[in-house]
DNA sequence: GTCTATATCAAGATAGAC
DNA sequence: GTCTATCTTGATATAGAC
């Protein structure tokens, strides 16, 4: 927040990202971030004193970045009822972008064992559906695609989607197109 | 498979799954597994050489209980083209069973720091989806609804979901109508 | 604000007796 | 097949110097 450490904390938060995707989230150690970024553990104690700091700040900051993706996203696309959730997709499921989702994994991996953790993503995840029925979209309707854009990501995530580009790509498009029925029909 | 063991088997995989749900997938460790199945470590070890065995052990008989649970709803329901994905959303959404999420939750904990873990389940997946398109529903329909069930079951199983309960209820009831109309109309 | 050094601890895994 | 005992490792966390 404009706080004249916030470098140190984006170099160490940088850090422990690349550890994650090099060499997996069961490999996030201090030693390994720390080496990486540059610092020393007793450096990289300073900014996080524990590692539920670290995996805190790694979500803080993912969460912000998806916030921001959404807004990007969502300016570029014209009004309509159905535009909120479409640049959810469009953000969400974007292609590429390894780093994001090998550190989804990890703070996955993390939330099982640490309850608390994950919990302030819960009131992000209502706040979406606030946002997204806003726009005249059942709650029902929103749920699922939301939920089953939650889906393909987690199994993507976890190397477990069985399904190929093309039958990934018809798949996304059904989401959208059920989003538009969402907001033109009435249940 | 009618081995004489299977019981000692059995009995520490139940272990196993007291130990997550009670004490949480952080704390599954062969001790509190071991002093729970009423074996030592030396016992347990013999059963399951290492943690991976056992994680596996506790996959495959999650794995075949839901199989085994469609199976038995699939049995209940009337003959039509959408019978099998409901039967696996039936099974797969059904309340209770807090034992099951537990257990999900710490292999899908794991499956983030131990990749091929759950490779396994990408096979099913993809069985899931050729038995539910053979009642003539499109893959893509198909795949979102399953994929809902699947985020709101991972949700459930972080305690992610901000749904109260007769919002779910409403969710759920969608994704079944979602199944009916897909199996009717053509896209 | 960053460092070194070290204490503490728990878990996975091994060896070999019974 | 089951046990006890032990080894090894690697990670968190602390204390205190610079």
Redesign the interface.
């Known amino acids: 927040m404009g706080h004249h450490s916030d470098s140190a904390r984006e170099r160490i938060i940088d850090a422990a990202e690349q550890v994650v995707v090099d060499l997996?989230?069961?490999h996030l150690t201090f030693d390994a971030v720390a080496s990486r970024a540059g610092v020393s553990r007793g450096g990289l104690l300073y900014h996080f004193p524990d590692k539920e700091a670290l995996l805190k700040g790694m979500l803080d900051r993912l969460v912000e970045r998806a916030s921001e993706g959404r807004a990007r996203k969502r300016a570029e696309l014209p009004e309509s009822m159905e535009r909120e959730i479409v640049a959810h997709l469009l953000s969400y499921l974007e292609e590429g972008d390894w780093a994001r989702r090998a550190v989804s994994?990890?703070l996955?991996?993390?939330?099982?064992?640490?309850?608390g953790l994950?919990?302030p993503?819960?009131?992000k995840?209502?706040k979406l559906?606030d946002e997204v029925t806003r726009g005249g979209m059942?709650?029902?309707?929103a749920?699922?695609?939301?939920?089953?854009?939650?889906?393909?990501r987690?199994?993507e995530v976890?190397?477990?989607?069985?399904?190929e580009q093309e039958?990934r790509r018809?798949?996304v498009?059904?989401?959208m197109a059920?989003a538009r029925e969402g907001t033109t029909e009435d249940?």
Chains 1, 2 share one sequence.
Do not use: C
Not at 108 to 115: E, K, L, M, V
Not at 158 to 163: A, D, I, Q, R
């Open positions: 997996g989230a069961g994994a990890a996955i991996a993390s939330g099982a064992h640490n309850p994950l919990a993503v819960k009131e995840y209502r559906m059942r709650l029902e309707r749920a699922v695609i939301s939920l089953a854009a939650d889906g393909l987690i199994l976890l190397s477990l989607s069985p399904f039958e018809r798949i498009d059904e989401m059920l249940g």
